[in-house]
């Protein structure tokens, strides 16, 4: 295969035009009566077929391997061309009407500072200039007169190479840019199709091209009988009209062609702009085979980096295995294997030859396959995909898994992995993609697996990492009064991969945590502040929470990951998640209205009804302000009253779900209830609602909510609170398609800058950015926190 | 900063390590710095974007919020970081004004000068005396603003030259107004005159912090912020990114834009390393002004064709390319993946010497 290695443009020359056309189409009809294409026709099958079982007749071949060829329309008269009709302005701006000659001054290049440059009387010539007039979107005038569009191109012919290198004007002649031949895309550029009842429906482009050879063929016999001016001028600007709506149908000054039904035709440019356009939906936009795409579900007992797959797809999904003496044998049970599970879908053999593995055939094949040969075999344990949820916001949403074929319709996986695809399992979808060379496989292996995915380049911190019931698992594990006998102990270690002599009667729930803890030396504190030390593999104090082991945070796995490597770190949290959820089944929780009671609630009723009534009698910033701090300080009163037991409590505190603003929104007061940020003051004349009386200054009248949800609210602070959670809807409808964009943008802008072999950062240009890659060279993916601290080598 | 190296040498000392295992300890330092550079081919632009991105969609939409418990409102969150990405002139810039004499008395004499103050706002009564073509202005409040009929005569004389002008007890008198219609086009010109302190100047809000008295101005012009007496121009900034590039240069443009965006991020609470943020900065800055991430900025310099035709605009530079001649030499991302051919980045830049 060649390498392209550069694509220029420029303009198309008539002779060019010629040469790639295979056809001067003149007919305007499309079928004769037998519903055989016309010749000459704009859908003569010179120009490649659309239709199955008929043969090209330039190149012989038929559909889907005719690539289809061009053919011409010879214009009788010339016309603009309608996008680079500004550009014909500037050039004639810039040359002597008479000679032609480029009027700049020395120096001045390029075609606008050119054209603006323009003297009155020529330089060379000495003539005078008129006053040219561009008349939108196509005609062009000379003082008074009209130009024709002969007389453009003559003037543009006049034109010197000389004067076209100070022009800057690089492109062909510029007399080109006035269509005297016009180029006809191949019928595979606008196929036809076949409606149900029997009917053929032509591509918009045919229609117009249609339109344009019969104003084309009649504007060439009404010059033939010599019919008188305006008839040919309003002829000619109907030849203009439809050749400008063809290459561009949405230009401001011209109507756009319709079809018969009135919508407006889908011409050229129309067809390669904007997000449906060629470019961005066919051209960057690649759709791919070997993927799938089911519903995802979590399997605690998978490893982190692997993903379940349904049979049925693994079976339909093959890899391409090569042959080799040392795999021969397994290759052909697997051929024999065919109707059971692990089996060859196709042999393709070494001369390139596919063929179809089938019960009949399985004999044979297996008998036939040798080194050399290659083995499309299906999916099997351990293979690696791609895993991908969307948005693929950051490359962690696309990441290597080993693949375990299960029963079931879904894709399984673990839990802790669902934060970098931000995942859950509503309903949500996922794909799959498989690599289909060797080199890909290594590149899943080593550079896209979860493993090493575990720490983030966002930040240098891992963002995979224990969630929700794995916290909660921990933290009642590792409480101070857990003790387990050794038969309780080995029923929860024996779903790790823990291989460990147990020798003791008893052992505390810290020492069950530390059989899967790798060798090292942590201090750290919980979230409430306790303190955790982990001595040389053995935890002595404090308990796990999200601080240690939770996502986007934990460090203790953190420290893992830095010592031990992601495959440790992966191990870890592995186990981890099977230690902590099995133990869960037999140290079950519930949350139930008892974890949000508090048996005296009249301190933080009277703190409340005393700082509104501070408010009303005077409305300022300081009683405001105090307002405001209501929220803060009842947290603290319930933090201090609110059982230690209470599992919503446990919940918010280790990270494992909910937060204790949300408790305390729930046990005290709600708060104020804010619409952009501001206190809700918009709805009626002096007033939010109309339950309130004009202009009352109470803070309950401008979504001050002075209940908390357990004892419920009032109908005026519900409606609040419902206009708060809308305007959260909103925000986050809205919020997607501004970043949307702005990623897009940033992409567009960044995606050039790479790091060089010379180790300086460069853009496209292969200018300079940076002379050391991140100011210290030092990748915040591989780095803890983005930084090399002398605690990381101790 | 202090490299590592130092920093290694440093505890070494502290701790009394010597010989063989203070060799040990640097050959780990060694290994892992190794470890932990960027390899080459690294996508470093498309990390950037994603580290800035993904908590793009996180942040608030929630347009404005109020600096520094003072009453200068800024826009913050999702909306501030485009505005910043584009480089969008604000009307509503916020500017810190540091003083050389840290005290409250030129702070609040800075702040009473600088705010803008129209004739509308000491004008007590305009009225038109229609036999002798005659314009009278009476003032009250002026003592206030620290100003003197003069002055105001002085400035009203330089923007109506047309009429002659003069002071007749306390009031000023413009003369040989000649039609009831040119007197009103002269009262709109009149009460929007800007006769005390910098055009545009809207609120100013003293602040007081760590011993360091500061003003921050709403509006106004960076430039002539500088040139007040008395204003520290070393530390004094705003948040005007490209007043900044008009008055101190690129290098210190850059800088803000980087302390903005990164001030914008923090305040939202998403965690992104402060070094992808440099990189946008140096991006931004590569051809030695300050481009906007948009089609008119950093994606009209491109050179690839194919990556400018997928962003947008792609009729216009479709022909616009095809008039100048240029040449796409495929060396981006995009340019690669439209023609199908493996991309130029990360293990695509090298080749396999054993096809397998």
Redesign the interface.
């Known amino acids: 295969m060649h390498?392209?290695?550069?694509?220029?443009?420029?303009?198309l020359s008539p002779m060019q035009i010629k040469k790639l056309s295979v056809i001067e189409i003149t007919r305007p009809e499309l079928y004769d009566a037998d519903g055989y294409p016309v010749e000459r026709g704009v859908v003569d099958h010179r120009m490649g077929v659309v239709d199955p079982g008929i043969t090209c007749r330039t190149c012989g071949y038929k559909l889907g391997d005719c690539m289809g060829h061009f053919g011409h329309i010879e214009l009788i008269k010339p016309v603009v061309h309608p996008?680079?009709a500004p550009?014909i302005y500037l050039l004639l701006q810039a040359i002597c009407q008479k000679c032609g000659r480029v009027m700049a001054g020395e120096g001045v290049t390029g075609?606008s500072p050119c054209a603006k440059d323009a003297k009155e009387k020529c330089p060379f010539c000495g003539e005078k200039q008129k006053k040219i007039k561009f008349v939108k979107p196509t005609t062009f005038n000379f003082g008074r007169d009209e130009l024709t569009t002969e007389q453009v191109r003559e003037c543009l012919e006049r034109i010197t190479e000389e004067d076209l290198k100070k022009l800057?004007?690089?492109?062909?002649r510029p007399e080109w840019m006035i269509i005297t031949i016009l180029l006809v895309p191949p019928m595979t550029m606008r196929p036809s199709i076949i409606l149900e009842s029997g009917e053929r429906s032509e591509d918009d482009l045919t229609h117009k091209l249609v339109d344009i050879v019969r104003i084309n063929e009649r504007l060439k016999r009404i010059l033939d009988i010599g019919a008188p001016e305006f008839l040919i001028s309003d002829i000619i600007e109907l030849l203009q009209y439809h050749i400008s709506t063809y290459i561009?149908n949405d230009m401001s000054n011209i109507p756009p062609a319709r079809h018969r039904s009135g919508r407006p035709l889908k011409t050229l440019?129309q067809r390669?702009?904007?997000k449906e356009?060629r470019?961005?939906f066919n051209?960057?936009g690649?759709r791919v085979n070997f993927s799938a795409r089911s519903i995802i579900s979590p399997d605690n007992f998978l490893a982190l980096d692997e993903v379940g797959v349904p049979e049925v797809i693994a079976k339909t999904i093959t890899i391409p295995e090569?042959v080799i003496e040392s795999n021969q044998e397994e290759m052909r049970k697997l051929v024999l294997n065919h109707g059971n599970f692990p089996a060859v879908n196709y042999i393709v053999r070494t001369d390139g030859l596919k063929k179809k593995v089938t019960s009949e055939t399985k004999e044979m094949i297996s008998e036939e396959i040798m080194p050399g040969y290659t083995v499309e075999r299906n999916l099997m344990d351990g293979d690696w995909v791609i895993f991908n949820r969307q948005p693929s916001?950051?490359?962690m949403s696309m990441m290597a898994h080993r693949v375990r074929i299960m029963d079931g319709k879904t894709f399984r996986m673990h839990l802790a992995v669902t934060t970098p695809y931000n995942a859950d399992f509503d309903g949500d979808e996922m794909n799959l993609h498989i690599p289909q060379?060797?080199?890909a496989r290594v590149?899943l292996k080593y550079?896209m697996s979860v493993n090493q995915q575990i720490r983030t380049?966002?930040?240098?911190?891992p963002i995979i990492g224990a969630k929700q019931d794995h916290l909660m698992g921990s933290y009642f594990l590792t409480q101070d009064k857990i003790t387990l006998s050794k038969k309780e102990v080995s029923n929860l270690i024996m779903c790790t991969d823990v291989k460990v002599n147990l020798d003791k009667d008893t052992y505390s729930g810290k020492d069950v945590f530390s059989l899967i803890l790798p060798k090292l030396n942590y201090t750290s504190q919980t979230r409430t502040g306790q303190e955790v030390v982990i001595e040389d593999g053995l935890m002595k104090t404090g308990y796990i929470d999200e601080m240690a082991i939770g996502s986007e945070k934990g460090s203790l796995l953190n420290k893992i990951e830095l010592h031990y490597g992601g495959d440790e770190a992966a191990r870890f949290l592995g186990n981890m998640s099977k230690l902590c959820l099995n133990f869960m089944n037999t140290h079950a929780y519930t949350i139930s209205l008892e974890d949000y009671y508090l048996e005296d609630k009249k301190e933080i009723e009277k703190i409340v009804s005393k700082e509104i009534k501070n408010y009303i009698a005077s409305p300022s910033k300081e009683t405001q302000s105090k307002l405001d701090q209501i929220p803060k300080e009842i947290e603290i009163i319930i933090k201090e009253n609110l059982s230690s037991e209470s599992t919503a409590r446990i919940a918010a505190e280790t990270g494992a779900r909910g937060s204790m603003v949300s408790v305390s929104q729930i046990i005290g007061v709600v708060g104020q209830e804010k619409l952009?940020?501001k206190k809700i003051t918009r709805g009626y004349y002096n007033r939010s609602l109309p339950h309130f009386k004009k202009n009352d200054v109470s803070p309950l009248a401008y979504g001050f909510v002075k209940e908390g949800y357990m004892d419920g609210i009032s109908p005026t602070s519900f409606f609040f609170d419902s206009m708060h959670g809308r305007e959260g809807l909103s925000?986050t409808a809205?919020?997607?398609k501004?970043?949307g964009y702005?990623?897009r943008?940033?992409?567009?802008?960044?995606?050039?800058?790479?790091?060089?072999?010379d180790?300086t950062?460069r853009?496209?240009?292969n200018?300079i950015?940076?002379f050391t890659?991140?100011?210290?060279?030092?990748?915040?993916?591989?780095?803890n926190k983005?930084k090399?601290?002398?605690e990381?080598?101790? | 900063m202090i490299g590592?190296e130092q920093?290694?040498e440093n505890?070494c000392e502290e701790n009394k390590i010597t010989g063989a295992k203070k060799e040990e300890?640097k050959k780990?330092?060694d290994l892992?710095?190794e470890?932990?550079?960027?390899?080459?081919?690294?996508?470093?632009?498309?990390?950037?974007?994603?580290?800035?991105?993904?908590?793009?969609?996180q942040?608030?939409?929630?347009?404005?919020?109020f600096a520094a418990s003072a009453g200068i409102r800024m826009a913050s969150g999702?909306?501030r970081?485009?505005e910043l990405?584009d480089l969008r002139k604000e009307i509503d810039n916020v500017t810190t004004i540091h003083l050389l004499d840290n005290s409250k008395e030129s702070a609040e004499e800075i702040a009473r000068n600088i705010v803008e103050s129209k004739l509308n706002d000491v004008l007590s009564n305009i009225y038109y005396d229609i036999p002798n073509f005659q314009v009278t202005l009476e003032f009250s409040g002026l003592k206030e603003l620290d100003m003197t009929l003069e002055n105001v005569l002085s400035v009203v004389k330089k923007y109506v030259k047309k009429y002659p002008s003069s002071i007749t007890d306390n009031v000023i008198n413009l003369e040989e107004v000649k039609t009831y219609s040119e007197f009103r086009v002269l009262k709109q010109k009149l009460v929007d005159l800007s006769i005390k302190g910098i055009k545009g100047t809207k609120e100013t809000v003293i602040l007081h912090s760590d011993g360091d008295w500061t003003i921050q101005v709403k509006g106004g012009s960076f430039e002539k912020f500088m040139l007040v007496d008395g204003v520290d121009t070393s530390i004094t900034t705003t948040t005007d990114i490209m007043a900044v590039k008009n008055v101190l240069g690129v290098e210190a443009a850059r800088n803000v834009l980087i302390y903005e965006i990164n001030k914008t991020l923090e305040e939202q609470g998403v965690?992104?390393?402060k070094?992808?943020i440099?990189?946008?900065g140096?991006?931004m800055s590569?051809?030695g002004g300050l481009e906007p991430?948009?089609r008119y900025?950093?994606?009209k310099s491109?050179?690839?064709?194919?990556?400018r035709?997928?962003?947008e605009e792609?009729?216009k530079i479709?022909?616009d390319?095809?008039?100048?001649?240029?040449?796409?030499?495929?060396?981006?991302?995009?340019?690669n993946?439209?023609?199908?051919?493996v991309c130029q980045?990360g293990?695509g830049?090298v080749k396999?010497k054993w096809k397998?």
């Open positions: 390498k392209i290695s550069g694509i220029e443009f420029s303009l996008v680079l550009k075609l800057e004007f690089k492109g062909g561009k440019a390669m702009v904007g356009g470019f961005r051209l960057s690649k090569r916001l950051h490359r060379t060797e080199e590149e550079l380049p966002r930040y240098g911190l952009k940020g925000d809205l919020k997607t501004h970043s702005l990623e943008r940033l992409v567009s802008c960044l995606h050039d800058v790479k790091v060089a072999p180790n950062v853009n496209e240009r200018q950015v940076q890659p991140f100011e210290n060279n030092i990748n915040p993916h591989k780095a983005g090399i601290e002398i990381d080598i101790l | 590592i920093k290694l505890y300890l780990k330092l892992l710095v470890k932990s550079k960027f390899e080459c081919g690294e996508s470093l632009g498309i990390v950037t974007t994603q580290s800035l991105s993904e908590p793009a969609t942040m608030t939409m929630r347009a404005y919020h999702l909306p970081l485009i990405f965690g992104v390393d070094r992808y440099g990189v946008v140096d991006v590569v051809n991430m948009s900025g950093l994606m491109k050179q690839s064709v194919l990556a035709l997928n962003f792609t009729i479709l022909f390319s095809a008039v100048n001649n240029d040449k796409d030499h495929l060396n981006t991302l995009i340019s993946l439209v023609i199908n051919q980045t293990t830049t396999l397998v």
